[in-house]
């Protein structure tokens, strides 16, 4: 869906009777034909050590979303409020540790834990990194669910704000990705929980 087809879809099911209508976006991706990040910033594309984008099948790239992305991607829950959407839910916060090698997590690096980053074989100790890396993706993801949701309800405090995302055994089991669901969660501005809890969890072996 394009920007200027948000207004339109919404009112769709308004006007054939559905009471209740809201719009999902995704977090963790540029699902917007890559619109973003073609044209405004692609260092916050995730890339992996050899600088390779991760991407959706759908061929978009996967992202850390910075505060200027949740903020423009708040504009799509903004125009989906003014069309009559009560709920905008917001999916997926898909922060893929093979991408962890992208521009904007080595400057977020810097600012959160006062160093500069450095490449995973210079640690001594491979689980200082490892923790580092889980924590920041996962505390970016959480920045960005905070910025979205705050902007949207400056226009439209009544709208719901509703995190969308799979279980953090299946992030963590199938797909290597740091997520923090409960931290975004216990945000003031978030206001629910849709469980995408789908056969992938399952999957995870039990020992």
């Not at 540790?97 to 980053?117: C, N, P, R, T, V």
């Not at 279980?167 to 740091?178: L, M, P, Q, R, V």
């Amino acid at each position: 869906m394009t920007k200027s087809g948000i207004a339109s879809a919404v009112r769709s099911y308004i006007n054939n009777g559905y009471e209740r209508v809201g719009m999902m976006v995704p977090m963790g991706r540029d699902a917007t034909n890559s619109e973003y990040t073609k044209t405004i910033d692609d260092s916050i594309i995730q890339r992996r050590a050899d600088g390779s984008p991760v991407t959706h099948p759908g061929g978009c790239p996967y992202v850390y979303p910075s505060e200027e992305f949740a903020q423009w991607l708040a504009e799509w829950g903004i125009m989906a409020a003014e069309a009559g959407a009560e709920y905008i839910f917001v999916e997926e916060p898909d922060g893929f540790i093979a991408g962890a090698y992208s521009e904007y997590l080595k400057e977020q690096w810097k600012e959160f834990y006062k160093e500069d980053w450095k490449h995973p074989d210079d640690y001594l100790n491979p689980i200082e990194y490892n923790f580092k890396r889980d924590q920041l993706i996962a505390q970016i993801f959480v920045n960005a669910y905070d910025t979205f949701a705050k902007t949207v309800k400056k226009s439209y405090p009544n709208v719901k704000v509703i995190l969308a995302t799979h279980t953090a055994i299946d992030y963590a089991g199938n797909h290597k990705i740091s997520a923090n669901n409960y931290e975004i969660l216990k945000l003031d501005s978030i206001d629910g929980l849709v469980v995408q809890a789908w056969t992938d969890t399952s999957l995870v072996p039990v020992y």
